[in-house]
């Protein structure tokens, strides 16, 4: 069986720094790329609201609406925790 040597001269003959260093450079210039569009994210939004507005929301009742018909019986969540507990109760 061949006997691996591991040194700098295979680094180094096999353009392995070069590599590197270009690998590093590349990557770093992404993450500076990121980090500009994550900072000027705010401005494009921005730009964009002015071109597409966003849909108005009403946040309040409307003057003319009908009130919501109120709910006789028990809630959905007074349901679910009644059948915890039963579940939990009869685990046997």
Request: aromatic share 6%.
């Amino acid at each position: 069986m061949q006997q691996m040597l591991f040194s700098w001269d295979n680094v180094v003959s096999g353009n392995g720094v070069a590599l590197s260093v270009t690998g590093m450079s590349i990557v770093f210039l992404a993450l500076i790329l990121v980090s500009c569009y994550i900072a000027l994210l705010p401005k494009i939004a921005a730009l964009f609201n002015k071109i597409l507005p966003p849909a108005a929301h009403h946040s309040g009742p409307v003057a003319n609406a009908p009130a919501p018909d109120m709910k006789t019986g028990p809630s959905e969540a007074e349901i679910v925790a009644a059948a915890v507990a039963y579940l939990h109760k009869n685990k046997g």
